[in-house]
């Protein structure tokens, strides 16, 4: 059924090129052997945060610009995400190139978001793990 697609290629926990299915459903992988092979359909994952709306006096922050000064995301074993489009750095200086990166648990943070309406993307669109725990941060309204 994949006869023509093509699919994305996670071996032993590292991205490899994506690949057409041939017509006799296979596909070559290249780069070093593996021992554990994933090959499926490509697709991105995306989860969008609601607007913040906060009281502010007799009325709410609705129709007011937004920037999040510090923003910090709580992950568990994930690697891999983008958070408003830049792609979050998950390797350390001691991991070899090439290798699979260990999946991370704990806060990510990201300060340079901009003024927008306070909304939150968090995309993943590569085969590797993303869990949300959760989303904190400090909200600065603007005028």
């Not at 926990?13 to 021992?35: E, H, L, W």
């Not at 937004?66 to 690697?79: I, M």
Request: overall charge neutral.
């Amino acid at each position: 059924h994949l006869i023509g697609e093509t699919v994305g290629i996670l071996a032993d926990g590292t991205v490899r090129i994506s690949q057409v299915v041939d017509g006799a459903g296979a596909v070559t992988i290249t780069g070093p052997a593996a021992s554990l092979i994933y090959v499926g359909l490509p697709f991105t994952s995306k989860a969008i945060t609601m607007k913040p709306n906060l009281q502010a006096g007799p009325g709410t922050t609705a129709g007011m610009p937004k920037k999040w000064a510090e923003l910090y995301v709580d992950l568990l074993d994930s690697s891999g995400v983008k958070i408003n489009g830049d792609r979050i750095p998950f390797r350390t200086v001691g991991d070899v190139v090439g290798a699979a990166v260990t999946p991370f648990t704990g806060f990510k943070r990201v300060s340079t978001l901009g003024w927008n309406d306070g909304r939150v993307t968090i995309e993943q669109s590569l085969p590797l793990p993303c869990t949300i725990r959760g989303i904190y941060g400090t909200l600065e309204i603007g005028d």
